[in-house]
């Protein structure tokens, strides 16, 4: 087993302070150093006050007050801020990056227990009385060094998980890609041929009782986009009675695409009766043997429609730009074959991106667990 100290009798601890800040850089101010600074941002402000609480490189800084509590900083020089606690160690006592990934690893526990309603504080008294495993600096050393060595390894393997999302992504555009290629057909129709494009209505002003908040769904872009399902059931506004006159109202099974914002260009099929906005598209009186298909062609086109540059700040694609996209046509029983072609493929990919998600997750959690072992006396001899 073995001994340990607590926290206050291996560091000093001091609490950060308000300063006047300045935003100038010159060689007499110092940096002022808040919660983006911990986070491996640059500094962008600095102060010329001389009544601050220092930090040296050498210091460990800890949020502890806010939604950030408990963010650990090091290696930084400067002002500290007046959410952040100052931790100076005994360096002939403690390695610096032993104690942070102590303190990383019981942050969770801390974080759990934080006081304050509106805004969380961290309870410092307790973390100044948490026990750390005390051995010798050679040893911390080597406790240190192998948990980085492990970390680098578990970097590496959720490196190659992330990659393989990558490609995976790459891999459902390819086959939307092929399976709508020009060259591959005998025939063109414009979508204006196939169907009537409208835009959705939102009753204005927004958020006004006489019209919101009623039993009536009304889907607006963050419906469509919130996951990558082909169909929608789910919608998070409602509107009343009064209402429907200002908006457009949708049978289930419409083929939807979105119409504005950075998220434009995601098309969607309504398996509920609803309202929508105007940043959503419906194709109305669409043959339902075609809905599969055209859903899919779209899908093969949301990049290229977000390229689309109107010369407006906010990207939008008007009823004209959707009418006139020019879409492969085929008959009703190819359109189901080359449906259910992507689909099937969809589906071996979503099973791969499944299991490296599942993996993902378990490689997340090991650094608690290499963490654990590293304080239980297990990670080394």
């Known amino acids: 087993m073995w001994n340990s100290v607590k926290l206050r009798e291996i560091c000093e601890f001091k609490k950060g302070k308000k300063v006047k800040v300045i935003k100038t850089k010159s060689i007499r101010v110092v940096p002022y150093l808040l919660i983006d600074t911990l986070r491996g941002e640059q500094p962008n402000f600095y102060t010329e006050d001389n009544n601050y609480t220092e930090a040296k490189e050498s210091d460990v800084l800890v949020v502890c007050d806010g939604a950030n509590s408990g963010l650990i900083g090091t290696g930084l020089r400067g002002a500290v801020g007046s959410t952040i606690a100052r931790l100076r160690l005994d360096e002939k006592k403690i390695n610096k990056y032993y104690f942070c990934y102590f303190l990383k690893l019981n942050f969770s526990n801390l974080n759990a227990d934080v006081r304050g309603a509106a805004i969380p504080h961290l309870k410092l008294e307790k973390m100044m009385n948490l026990e750390i495993p005390g051995v010798s600096l050679k040893s911390q050393n080597l406790v240190v060094e192998e948990i980085e060595t492990q970390f680098a390894r578990l970097d590496t393997a959720i490196k190659s998980l992330e990659t393989i999302n990558v490609k995976l992504d790459f891999y459902r555009q390819t086959v939307l890609l092929d399976a709508f290629k020009m060259k591959n057909y005998k025939e063109t129709k414009r979508i204006a041929e196939l169907c009537d494009v409208v ?6 002003p927004a958020g006004d009782v006489r019209y919101y908040g009623g039993d009536i769904p009304f889907l607006k872009v963050a419906d469509l986009t919130r996951n990558r399902e082909k169909y929608l059931s789910s919608f998070e506004y409602t509107i009343k009675e009064a209402g429907l006159k200002k908006t457009r109202k949708i049978s289930p099974n419409t083929l939807l695409l979105t119409n504005s914002g950075a998220t434009l260009g995601v098309p969607k099929i309504s398996k509920i009766e609803a309202t929508m906005n105007d940043g959503i598209a419906a194709f109305l009186n669409l043959d339902t043997r075609s809905i599969d298909y055209l859903y899919y062609f779209l899908l093969s086109r949301t990049k290229r429609l977000r390229n689309i540059n109107q010369g407006a700040a906010q990207p939008n694609l008007n009823t004209a730009i959707i009418k006139n996209l020019i879409v492969p046509y085929c008959n009703f029983e ?20 499944e299991t490296v998600n599942i993996a993902l997750v378990k490689a997340k959690k090991l650094r608690t667990s290499i963490l654990k072992a590293a304080f239980e006396g297990k990670l080394v001899n």
Do not use: T, V
């Open 199 to 204: 835009r959705g209505g939102s009753p204005r």
């Open 334 to 353: 190819k359109q189901r074959k080359i449906a259910s072609k992507i689909e099937s493929r969809f589906s071996i990919i979503d099973k791969i991106e």
